[in-house]
């Protein structure tokens, strides 16, 4: 089920006096979590991502992004799927392909931090990273 990954769970803030990054998690219902993240930069919006997870055969994390204004950045009806690759009790490996392109979504879990990492390999390479503190 899902609740596997209960350790996600949560309202998690990171970032610095610039920049604000949240992502917040429900628990586990119907074998699905739902997840929000956000960031803000100079006291505005950037963007938005809208997240679930979907337990089956193989996890599923689906995410969707969107503007500030909410005007949603796949089309309609298309999403970011990611499949589970690896798991123990507080990391999760997500990984996806798109044409030459390898892209690795890490969640991992130490004590009341998280942290997320997405790799992307192919072509060119890049790294993004956000750290989060658990706040309730």
């Given at each position: 089920?899902?609740?596997?990954?209960?350790?996600?769970?949560?309202?998690?803030?990171?970032?610095?006096?610039?920049?604000?990054?949240?992502?917040?998690?429900?628990?586990?219902?119907?074998?699905?979590?739902?997840?929000?993240?956000?960031?803000?930069?100079?006291?505005?919006?950037?963007?938005?991502?809208?997240?679930?997870?979907?337990?089956?055969?193989?996890?599923?994390?689906?995410i969707?992004?969107?503007?500030?204004?909410?005007?949603?950045?796949?089309?309609?009806?298309?999403?970011?799927?990611?499949?589970l690759?690896?798991?123990?009790?507080?990391r999760?490996?997500?990984?996806?392909?798109?044409?030459?392109?390898?892209?690795?979504?890490?969640?991992t879990?130490?004590?009341?931090?998280l942290?997320?990492?997405?790799?992307?390999?192919?072509?060119?390479?890049?790294?993004?990273?956000?750290?989060?503190?658990l706040?309730?």
């Amino acid at each position: 089920a899902a609740d596997r990954f209960a350790w996600i769970a949560g309202t998690w803030r990171g970032g610095d006096d610039k920049v604000l990054v949240e992502e917040i998690w429900s628990d586990a219902q119907g074998g699905v979590m739902m997840g929000m993240f956000r960031m803000v930069e100079a006291d505005r919006p950037t963007f938005y991502e809208f997240m679930h997870l979907v337990e089956g055969e193989t996890p599923v994390l689906r995410i969707k992004h969107f503007s500030p204004s909410l005007e949603g950045w796949e089309e309609k009806g298309v999403s970011i799927d990611f499949t589970l690759a690896e798991a123990s009790a507080t990391r999760a490996v997500f990984v996806r392909t798109a044409g030459a392109v390898e892209e690795r979504l890490t969640y991992t879990r130490t004590g009341a931090a998280l942290l997320v990492e997405l790799v992307k390999s192919g072509a060119s390479e890049s790294r993004s990273e956000f750290r989060f503190e658990l706040v309730r």
